[in-house]
Nanobody
Framework: VQLQASGGGLVQAGGSLRLSCAAS????????MGWFRQAPGKEREFVAA????????YYADSVKGRFTISTDNAKNTVYLQMNSLKPEDTAVYYCAADRSPTALATMFPYLIYDYWGQGTQVTVSS
């Protein structure tokens, strides 16, 4: 599985960005797709994840109500719509895929995530 993240950039606080993660190499119908981020000097943290069918979603408390994760099966792509961005959202964002089709949504932050994309930089200015 190859994952290609894109859509990062520089935006002012309060603005929006949409990240995309294009998947190739395999049908991802049984995968859990996640977004993580890593800010300078900090550990990587879970942001959001979704079952490929879209039936299960889970968000970190820090982004709940501002970010929305979704899938487009026809395009084999996962999106992260980020609204009301804050300076503390500044980080490199990574998409990842995990082969745990039956995982409960509450377990999404703790899955292994077998495949990772290259990351896309998001910078939010104050």
């Amino acid at each position: 599985v190859q994952l290609q993240a894109s859509g990062g950039g520089l935006v002012q606080a309060g603005g929006s960005l949409r990240l995309s993660c294009a998947a190739s190499g395999r049908t991802l119908g049984s995968y859990i797709m996640g977004w993580f981020r890593q800010a300078p000097g900090k550990e990587r943290e879970f942001v959001a994840a979704i079952s490929w069918s879209g039936g299960r979603r889970y968000y970190a408390d820090s982004v709940k109500g501002r970010f929305t994760i979704s899938t487009d099966n026809a395009k084999n792509t996962v999106y992260l719509q980020m609204n009301s961005l804050k300076p503390e959202d500044t980080a490199v964002y990574y998409c990842a895929a995990d082969r745990s089709p039956t995982a409960l949504a509450t377990m999404f932050p703790y899955l292994i995530y077998d495949y990772w994309g290259q990351g896309t930089q998001v910078t939010v200015s104050s």
